[in-house]
T-cell receptor, first 118, second 113 residues
Framework: DGGITQSPKYLFRKEGQNVTLSCEQN?????MYWYRQDPGQGLRLIYY???????QKGDIAEGYSVSREKKESFPLTVTSAQKNPTAFYLC?????????????????FGPGTRLTVL | AQSVTQLDSHVSVSEGTPVLLRCNYS??????LFWYVQHPNKGLQLLLK??????LVKGINGFEAEFKKSETSFHLTKPSAHMSDAAEYFC???????????FGKGTRLHILP
């Protein structure tokens, strides 16, 4: 089955600790994304990557970091600098057609990770 | 600047009756518009997408949406609601040229038996 997996489903962290959320896809998509979802806020883009070893900040990148060493994987680290990290985090991927904007394409979403900071 | 407004945070309809979820957008250029559905504690799934072809777009599960440029609207409709339609729905706009995407705040659809 092709799809996107995120792990873990639930994550608890103490204040001051960094934590890494996993995202893997086997859809052969070039582009991958991380979003944060808060109640009543919709989704907000944290980071996205169009190709391996390259990524761009989204609207709320402060306190987060990413890497894209492999096409299939796009892990997100929530650092201690993120002031309010408790949220539902969604990873997505899409095809990237050269010459067309990445964010115009349909995105396929993972099931999400709910992070709670204690 | 572009933005998207979902006019209702909650909508309740009875099973078997029509569904209307409203979305207005603003965009300086021709936008791409999407509707996604999210069931509780799940990821989002694409319902349908408008990219300047036909103004009436048909999606999955009997949903459709009409792009009305004069009204800057992209409302989602379904003729007859089913209990399985209970979920949160997001209207999304992206703009060709600056590679930016904006999600609406969502409309939670409740289906009454």
């Amino acid at each position: 089955d092709g799809g996107i997996t995120q792990s873990p489903k639930y994550l608890f962290r103490k204040e001051g600790q960094n934590v890494t959320l996993s995202c893997e896809q086997n859809l052969n998509h070039d582009a991958m994304y991380w979003y944060r979802q808060d109640p009543g806020q919709g989704l907000r883009l944290i980071y996205y990557s169009q190709i391996v070893n390259d990524f761009q900040k989204g609207d709320i990148a402060e306190g987060y970091s990413v890497s894209r060493e492999k096409k299939e994987s796009f892990p997100l680290t929530v650092t201690s600098a993120q002031k309010n990290p408790t949220a539902f985090y969604l990873c997505a991927s899409s095809m990237w057609l050269p010459g067309l904007p990445t964010l115009n394409n349909e995105q396929f979403f993972g099931p999400g990770t709910r992070l709670t900071v204690l | 600047a572009q933005s998207v407004t979902q006019l209702d945070s909650h909508v309740s309809v009875s099973e078997g009756t029509p569904v209307l979820l409203r979305c207005n957008y603003s965009s300086s250029y021709s936008p791409s518009l999407f509707w996604y559905v999210q069931h509780p504690n799940k990821g989002l799934q694409l319902l349908l997408k408008y990219t300047s072809a036909a103004t009436l777009v048909k999606g999955i599960n009997g949903f459709e949406a009409e792009f009305k440029k004069s009204e800057t609207s992209f409302h989602l409709t379904k003729p007859s609601a089913h209990m399985s339609d209970a979920a949160e729905y997001f209207c999304v706009v992206s703009r060709l040229g600056d590679d930016k995407i904006i999600f609406g705040k969502g409309t939670r659809l409740h289906i009454l038996p």
